[in-house]
């Protein structure tokens, strides 16, 4: 279990974070997400024990980064923004390298660098040097480094930082493949990603924790359970006319529109869309599809910050 309490780094006069306060799980998986410059990096860095907090407490599984950090930081994986890779070594050597640092004797290392590199899909490297990887192969080595001494807590800084599409969902499923066998902290840029892989997120906004819950939370936070859809036959015209004349029904947009199909968005009660079928089907509109759909991650992420920001 990792508990946050009173968290503060100032730089200066600056507070990079200010009072930050959560707790995560065991075998949770955390979308850690902000804007540049809010106190991302900072916070995963007192976490990871590479920088003392102004004030504040943090513990992991009971024991406190400041008092007693060299017993932390055996607990703990952690993926800078910039992978911290010797490129004259061979991945295998690197990782039974980083093993010993971390406390796995010499006897134990080279099973656990082969259970790293059958998490991180390495094994063909495994000889390789590391300069002459690829971008994706150097990324998974970045997760490689962070579990080859079995934490507890896996941080994971941007571990998509990089990647085309095809190596995002190829990290995307050896994330998920850890689920269970670790807790894990994931900071990224691409909320899709953070949407797909994680149980539950924090939302940082200048130094601040400014929401916490699953996407459904805050989406009920906002003002609703997210919006319904519906398919109609096109034209819309006669749809739309229908749906602004129901008092409850609101936002109400046109998705997209061919094919003979428009497809409509709208924010109401969930209990209303038997009233929104029969008021559509008055209007003489042909319907072939009503959902309830959950507003977007980044929906969500815009409408915090630009409302905290403001």
């Known amino acids: 279990m990792i508990r946050v309490q009173g968290l503060t780094k100032y730089y200066g006069h600056h507070a990079a974070i200010r009072n930050l306060a959560f707790q995560i799980e065991r075998g949770e998986v955390i979308g850690f997400l902000g804007l540049n410059g809010a106190g991302k990096t900072t916070t995963l860095k007192i976490l990871g024990c590479v920088l003392l907090p102004t004030s504040g407490r943090v513990t992991i599984d009971e024991l406190d980064v400041v008092g007693n950090p060299h017993e932390v930081r055996k607990r703990i994986g952690f993926l800078p923004d910039a992978p911290p890779l010797y490129e004259e070594m061979t991945v295998g050597a690197y990782l039974s390298f980083v093993a010993q640092l971390r406390g796995v004797s010499a006897q134990a290392a080279p099973s656990r660098v082969q259970t790293a590199e059958e998490q991180m899909a390495l094994r063909e490297v495994h000889r390789e040097i590391i300069s002459s990887l ?3 192969f ?4 970045g997760v490689a480094q962070a579990l080859v001494h079995n934490p507890a807590l896996v941080i994971l800084d941007e571990p998509n930082s990089g990647l085309d599409p095809a190596q995002i969902v190829e990290m995307r499923a050896l994330i998920k493949n850890l689920r269970g066998a670790h807790t894990i902290l994931i900071s990224s840029h691409i909320l899709s990603e953070i949407s797909q892989t994680c149980d539950r997120l924090l939302i940082i906004q200048e130094g601040e924790i400014v929401a916490q819950g ?11 359970s997210g919006f319904i859809e519906v398919d109609v036959r096109s034209p819309a015209r006669g749809a739309l006319d229908a749906l602004n004349a129901l008092p409850s029904v609101q936002n109400v947009e046109l998705e997209s529109e061919g094919d003979g199909v428009a497809t409509i968005r709208f924010r109401a009660p969930a209990e209303m869309r038997p009233n929104i079928t029969r008021a559509l089907v008055a209007a003489n509109v042909d319907i072939y599809r009503i959902d309830r759909v959950e507003e977007k991650l980044e929906s969500i992420f815009l409408k915090l910050t630009r409302k905290e920001a403001a």
């Open 134 to 136: 690829s971008h994706g």
């Open 138 to 141: 150097r990324q998974r080595l």
């Open 214 to 224: 699953t996407e459904s939370e805050l989406a009920r936070r906002l003002g609703g």
